[in-house]
């Protein structure tokens, strides 16, 4: 893909007063109860960071890194778990933090990994839910922002690896070729 253009869609103070009201939420719904934040590597990182920073539930923090083949535009069906969580999870609340949920496969999965682990409850929180191309069931209990669709970069989402550290997220306006 060559890029003619980025589009900015969510700007830093729109991510952190979404952010504000998901902590809400959560801090009212764990309130008291064990919780393990885990961060799906690498996309989820800004979104964990920024969301955990606000939450007042004393939550264990955790990481897990999936891997898909291919760093194009398109996630391919092979996905594998190449970092499990470390913590226990048994009979503690769990939310998963990922960037976003495209085809649903990856979340898919890793909810189906997770599951065997005795966990009290498990929720799925992402940043963006891209909703057009969703191939499977599952659906994320916390969403941060909905969009039809497109390639979005930006606050952890890469293209090729780049563009995770840019603090908004844009669309990448590909060359009509
Ligand atoms: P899935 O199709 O829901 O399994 O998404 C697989 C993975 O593809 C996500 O976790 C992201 O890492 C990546 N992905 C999907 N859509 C985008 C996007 O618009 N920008 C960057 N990465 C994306
Ligand atoms: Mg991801």
Redesign the pocket.
């Known amino acids: 893909m060559r890029i003619a253009a980025m589009n900015k869609i969510l700007d830093e103070a729109q991510i952190a007063r979404r952010l504000d009201e998901l902590a809400a939420e959560l801090d009212e719904l764990y309130r008291g109860r064990p919780l393990v934040v885990i961060c ?1 590597l690498k ?1 989820g990182i800004m979104f964990f960071a920024d969301l955990v920073r606000r939450l007042n539930c004393q939550p264990e923090l955790d990481f897990v890194r ?1 891997s ?1 083949y291919g760093d194009g ?1 398109s ?1 391919q069906a092979k ?1 594998v778990l190449t970092k499990d969580v470390e913590l226990s999870l048994r009979g503690k609340h769990v939310l998963v933090v ?10 898919e999965f890793l909810l189906r990994h997770l599951a065997s682990k005795g966990a009290e409850s498990i929720r799925l929180a992402v940043l ?1 839910d ?1 909703q057009e ?1 969703r191939e499977v069931a599952v659906r994320p209990d916390i969403v941060g922002f909905s969009v039809p669709s ?4 930006g606050y952890g ?3 090729a690896e780049q563009y995770r550290e840019l603090p908004a997220v844009y669309e990448l306006i590909p060359t009509e070729e």
């Open positions: 799906v996309g999936l898909s535009t996630p996905i990922e960037d976003i949920m495209d085809t649903g496969h990856s979340m963006v891209k191309r497109g390639f979005l970069i989402l890469d293209y």
